[in-house]
């Protein structure tokens, strides 16, 4: 499932990365928020996508920028906050 859910959230990345004009390529470790290339707008783009699409309630949990900071975090998240992981 880790590799599924990775495959399904890099288009995603790659259109936030490919509006602030980055087209680099990036691996599931590459840090994107900390490092600059996805900018605080676009993290909150990121957290709308999450929220629409993986059913999870930002207000519900602990968030911090370095949560999601790469494709492995963000899965990772994903998997720690998505429907059917609550108490």
């Given amino acids: 499932m880790t590799n ?19 087209f680099q390529d990036f691996s599931d470790t590459d840090s994107l928020f900390l490092s600059g290339r996805i900018d605080s707008f676009s993290l909150m783009q990121l957290v709308m996508h999450l929220e629409e699409n993986y059913q999870i309630d930002f207000s519900a949990v602990h968030f ?12 990772t998240f994903v998997r720690e906050h998505g429907p059917g992981t609550a108490p």
């Fill in 4 to 22: 599924a859910l990775h495959q399904r959230l890099r288009p995603y990345l790659q259109e936030l990365l490919a509006q602030n004009m980055d």
């Fill in 64 to 75: 911090e920028a370095p949560l999601l900071d790469t494709v492995a975090d963000i899965a």
